[in-house]
C-alpha cells in the first residue's frame, strides 16, 4: 500500500536540460542528491559527435536505446533501437556518433550509490 501518495505522478512533463555537449539534450526522469542516482533520455542530434577518447564511470550505467542508433567507438558497433547495454563500474565506452541522418533517444540510468566492491 502507498502510504503518501502524493509523491507519485501518473504523467508529468519533463524539462529539457543542457548538457555539457552541444546538440544533446537530457530529460531528467528522477534524481536524488542524496545518492546521485538519476534516469534520464539523452536526446542526440543527427549527425552529432562525442569527440575523442574513451569514458569510464565508478558506478553502474546502463542503457536502453528508445529510438535511432548511436555508435560505439570502443566496441566498433552501432547499438540500435530496443538495444540494452550494461557498464560495470570502470568498463570502457565511447566516443559516440550518431548518423548524419539519424539522433538517438537514449534511456540512461546511473547509479552511483552501487559502490564498487
Partial sequence: MVKNESHFHMAMDVADTKTAWPDVTDKILSYDPDTKNETKLQIYAPGWKQGHGTYTHAFWEE????????????????VGAGEYACRPPGQKHGPFECAPDEGAVVLLINTPSWARA
Avoid: C, L, P, Q
Wanted: no cysteine.
Fill in 63 to 78: 542503457i536502453f536505446v528508445v529510438s535511432g542508433k548511436i555508435y560505439d567507438h570502443t566496441i566498433e558497433r552501432w
